[in-house]
């Protein structure tokens, strides 16, 4: 039985019939995917792009807005927006500005300007944590909490939700099978143990947290508030309540990571629920889609830092390096972009217009399975949304991994993308951005019901 309830053998029926669709009206991007086998590793510029539903690499030549246009010629709705990164549209009039005002004024120079400091100001307001600082992606501003975060409690192991995902930070690729901590699966070129400074328990399980943290060795609990890689799994009620008492009870300081949760609203979770992090981070989209990322903390993590920094540089008799920070970290190029993001961007507006239509979605969504009398689910955050292949939405991360059923997923998305609508690869999530139209809403709905009728007319579809 698979998770869906629709049978094997009719989606690779159904995924054969479209992956040759795709082949026939794609001809520049099966020339361009020949072309890039003979130079790049897997024929695209990082390996993951091989990874969609489509049997060669939709090659994009231009995206503006809610929308992109392939090399062949083919418009998209894009419901993807570069999985998060343009959360906010593809090239949006504030950015494309801000990138001509700085392209002539110098893109990095190691050294602040007036930008870091409206930047920083404009953070604190809207997150409400006093203290920033800028990296380049969320990978990094995780890493660089958490070398923080040891360095003030003395403490080595970090703590993490299985299934949680915080970019490429080592710590983090830890996920819990039968009551230990393992290797996230698919993990190359690890050369250490990361069970003996990590551990992974699951999410909204309050007792495996405290059983966890009462070790008293933990120097942190990195989490998403809502976890949305694995599958998105909502909190229960009072759960991020009882994790903010928890992590303080026994010392343990709370780094909330916003990076795909800002689709919540301007101030993330973190403002909307009331979090209370020690410190918080944020990436992808905070600057528009220009690389870059931040990362605050409370005025008591600020007081800390410093004398963490100040008993570093006694013992090094003031010689050391932090191990944090890179060349292009808050180059001037990315303050601007950021500046423009947080000022004209990300506002009230925005999101009200967003929200409104990714509750649409879902609610179609939910018409939609229920006419076709599908045992799937429906969950939502902010404006984003996504259809799960169980009965009952997730609320752990291996009860959202144990809904996965990764052919007919590919298969839906590619039927879309033939149909010029593109969704979130790898798992069934769409995100709405303030281009987003309630026709593409419309449209994305009915061209999933047609794929679903398709699909369920085919003989054995539906498992007894």
Known sequence: MTSSGIAEAAVQL??????Q????????????????????????????MSDWS???????????????????????????????????????????????????????????????????????????????????????????????????????TLLVFDGCYHGTVDDAMVRWRAGRTVHRPGLLGQARNLAKTS????????????????????????CEPVMTNIGMVLPEPGFMAAVRELTRRYGTLLIIDETHTLSTG????????????????????????????????????AQAMQLARQHASELSHGHGHSGMGTTLSANALA???????LEQLMS??????????????????????????????VTELGARCEFQFCAVPPRTGAEAEAAFHDSLQM?????????????????????????TREADVDRLIATLDAALVELLALPGAREA
């Not at 050294?111 to 920033?132: H, K, N």
């Not at 405290?210 to 942190?220: H, I």
């Not at 298969?411 to 609508?421: F, S, V």
């Open 54 to 156: 489509t049997p060669v690499p939709l090659f994009v030549e231009r995206a503006e807005g809610a929308r992109f246009f392939d090399v062949d010629g083919h418009e998209y709705v894009d419901f993807c927006l570069g999985d998060t990164g343009s959360m906010f549209g593809h090239s949006p009039a504030p950015i494309a500005q801000a990138l001509r005002e700085q392209a002539g004024n110098g893109l990095t120079s190691m050294l602040p300007g007036e930008d870091a400091v409206v930047c920083g100001e404009l953070l604190a307001a809207r997150f409400g944590l006093p203290y920033w600082q800028v990296a380049t992606t969320a990978t990094d501003a995780n890493r660089f909490v958490l070398r923080w975060a040891r360095a003030i409690t003395g403490r080595k």
């Open 266 to 301: 301007p101030g993330g979770c973190t403002q909307a629920w009331g979090l209370e992090p020690d410190f918080l981070t944020v990436g992808k989209a905070i600057a528009g889609g220009v690389p870059c990322a931040v990362y605050g903390c409370s005025a008591a993590m």
């Open 14 to 19: 159904f995924a054969t019939r479209e992956r």
């Open 411 to 435: 298969t839906l998305h590619l039927y879309l993308i033939n149909r010029g609508i593109l969704i979130t690869p790898f798992h069934n999530m769409t995100l709405c951005c303030p281009d």
């Open 348 to 377: 009230p507006d925005a999101y009200a217009h967003m929200l409104a239509l990714a509750a649409q979605l879902a609610a179609g969504l939910r018409a939609l399975l229920a006419r076709h009398a599908l045992p799937w689910s």
């Open 199 to 222: 551990r992974a328990v699951p999410f909204n399980d309050l007792a495996a947290l405290e059983a966890a943290l009462a070790s008293g060795d933990v120097a942190a609990l990195l």
């Open 21 to 48: 669709r795709f082949l026939d009206h794609h001809p520049r991007c099966v020339a361009l995917a020949e072309r890039a086998r003979h130079a790049l590793f897997g024929g695209v510029p990082m390996h993951w």
């Open 335 to 341: 303050m601007h972009c950021l500046r423009a993001s």
